[in-house]
C-alpha cells in the first residue's frame, strides 16, 4: 500500500505543465458554457419552467452521452503518452516497485483527475446558475438548486464510468499508438448515439454514464452495477496483462 | 563473501524463430567495470533488460548478489541502477523535478536528487525544463536517475550513443570514476571496442546471441595473435613457399604478406626459408593486432562456425 501511495506521488508530480490536467477544468467548463449559452440565448423558451432542473439535465447529458467518453479517451491516452514519448515505462518498471503499484497508480490518477472534473462540472452548474439569475432574472434562478439531485447524478455518471475509464487505461498502457487509443474513443461514442435507442443499448459501455440518469430504474441501476462491476474486472485483467508483458 | 556481484546462468531468450541470446553465462565480479562488447543486434539489449527483469529469459537465470532475480526482484532493484538506451525522461519538467519524480517512487531522501546532480554535474541545470537540454546533458541526467537510489550495480545500455565526442569525453570520465569513488560495480555495453577498452576492466563479447569471450583486458589482449608482416619481390611465389612449410599466410594489399608467427625465432625461420628459395625480402616486421582485429577475427570465426 505504501509503494502505491509512493506511484500516486510520483504519478502528480508528472502532471505538472500537462495538457492533460488543463482539461480536467477546460472539459466541464465547456458542457457548461454550452448550457450556459442555450439558456441565456432562450431564456423567454424557458422561463416558468423549473430552470435548475434544465439546466442540471442539460448539462449531465451532454457530459454523459459526448464529452465525457472521449474526455476519458482523452485523459488516459495523455497520461500513458508521457511514458511512451518518453520511453519510461523500462525505467518505470526496473524499479524496485511492484509492476501492479505502476498500472494501479496510473488508473488512480485518472479516476481522481476525472472525479476532480465531475466536481467542477457540479461546481460551475451552480456558478452557471447564479451568474444567470443575475442576468436572466426572468428565469427564476434565484431560488436555491437541488445540491443533493445535483451531487447524486454527478456520482452516477461518475461511478457508470469506471468501465470506461478502466478500459482506456489499458488501452493506452498497452499500445503506443495515441491514434489507436483515440480512435477507440471516437468510435465507441459514434456508435453510442446509434445505441442509445436499441434495447442491446443497456449493455453498451459507452451509454452507460448516461444511463446512469435514465428515466428508467431497471436501466439505471444496470449502468450502475456494469459500470463498477466491469470497471474492476477490467481493471484487473488490464494490470495482469500489462504487468506480465516485455517491457519495449 | 561474495565477490561475484552480477551472474547470468544459461540465459536464453528467443524473438518468434530467432534467437536473440543464446546460453549466456556471465560472471561480473563485485567492483570492476564489464564491458559488454558487441555490434548491433548481438542480443547486448536484450540481455540487459532480462538482468533488470523487463523482459523474461526462456531458460536460465538472472543472478544478482547471489539472490535469483525471479524471485527477489524488488529487493535486487533496490541495489541497481539503470540506463537502458535512450533515458526515460520527461521533457516537460525541469531535470530536478524529473529525479524527483523517481524519487517519491523510491523513497529516498531528497538529499540523494543534489548528490546525482552533483556527480553529474547538471546542479546548474537542474531546474531547467528538459526539453532545453542538449543531448549530452539528457544522457548526464539519465546517469543520474541511474545512479539516484545509490545502487551497488550500475547497468549502462550503450551510454555514448549518439553523443558527440565532447559528450562521449564527459560521460566516460564520469562512468570511470564511479567505482573507485562510490565502489559501483559498472556492467557496460558498447558496440564500441575502443570504449570498453578505455573504461572496462573486464570485457564480455557477445555476437549473434553467444558468448565468444569472457575475461580481463589483460586476457582479451593475451587472446591476440602476433603476426609477421613482410614485403618479397614475389608476393605468390613466397606465400606457396610458405604455406608448403605448414605456415599460415594471409596476403595483403600492396603485395604484402602476413603470416601467423611468434617471436623473434619464427622471424629469424621464415627470413631464412624465404631466402634460401632466393626470394628478395625487403622488410620483416612483427605486429600486434589492434583489439578492433581481434574482435572482427572472433566475430568472423563465429559466423564462419568457428569456436573462439
Known sequence: MKQLFAALSSESLKLKRTLALWMVFIAPFIVILLQFFILFDRAKFFAGRDVWEVLMYGVTSIWAIFMLPLFITLETALLSGLEHSGQSWKHLFAQPIPRWSVYAAKLLTVMGMILVSTLVLVLGEIGAGKLLSVLRPELRFHESPNLTMMARMATMVYLASWILLAFHTWVSMRWKSFALAAGVGVAGTFFAVFASGARIGKFYPWLFPVNAVSTSPERMKLAILLGIIGGAIIAVAGCWNVVRRDVE | ?308
Open chain 2, 1 to 308: 563473501m561474495n565477490h561475484t556481484a552480477l551472474e547470468t546462468v544459461g540465459l536464453t531468450r528467443s524473438f518468434g524463430g530467432l534467437i536473440a541470446v543464446n546460453n549466456i553465462h556471465l560472471n561480473v565480479e563485485a567492483g570492476s567495470v564489464f564491458g559488454f562488447l558487441g555490434p548491433n543486434g548481438a542480443g547486448k539489449t536484450t540481455t540487459i533488460r532480462m538482468m533488470l527483469g523487463l523482459i523474461k529469459p526462456d531458460r536460465g537465470r538472472v543472478m544478482l548478489f547471489g539472490e535469483d532475480l525471479s524471485s527477489h526482484r524488488i529487493s535486487i532493484l533496490g541495489q541497481v541502477g539503470a540506463l537502458v538506451e535512450t533515458p526515460s525522461l520527461y521533457n516537460h519538467l525541469t531535470g530536478f523535478e524529473n529525479l524527483e519524480v523517481t524519487r517519491r517512487l523510491l523513497g529516498c531522501s531528497k538529499e540523494n536528487i543534489t548528490n546525482a546532480l552533483g556527480i553529474v554535474k547538471l546542479t546548474d541545470a537542474a531546474h531547467r525544463l528538459v526539453r532545453e537540454y542538449s543531448l549530452g546533458m539528457r544522457q548526464r541526467l539519465g546517469l543520474a536517475l541511474a545512479l539516484l537510489n545509490r545502487p551497488e550495480i550500475l547497468i549502462l545500455d550503450e551510454p555514448t550513443n549518439g553523443l558527440d565526442p565532447a559528450g562521449i569525453r564527459e560521460m566516460r570520465a564520469l562512468i570511470k570514476q564511479l567505482p573507485g569513488q562510490s565502489g559501483i560495480t559498472v556492467f557496460l555495453s558498447s558496440h564500441l571496442l575502443s570504449e570498453v577498452e578505455q573504461m572496462a576492466s573486464h570485457v564480455g563479447i557477445i555476437h549473434q546471441g553467444r558468448m565468444l569471450f569472457q575475461g580481463s583486458l589483460a586476457e582479451l589482449h593475451a587472446h591476440q595473435h602476433e603476426r609477421l608482416v613482410l614485403g618479397v619481390d614475389r608476393p605468390s611465389v613466397a606465400a606457396e613457399v610458405l604455406t608448403k612449410q605448414g605456415w599460415h599466410v594471409h596476403q595483403e594489399e600492396n603485395n604484402r604478406l602476413a603470416v601467423d608467427a611468434h617471436g623473434q625465432k619464427d622471424a629469424a625461420s621464415v627470413n631464412a626459408l624465404l631466402v634460401r628459395e632466393g626470394l628478395e625480402v625487403y622488410y620483416l616486421s612483427q605486429q600486434q593486432p589492434t583489439l578492433e582485429e581481434t574482435f572482427f577475427k572472433m566475430t568472423d570465426e563465429s559466423v564462419a562456425g568457428g569456436k573462439p
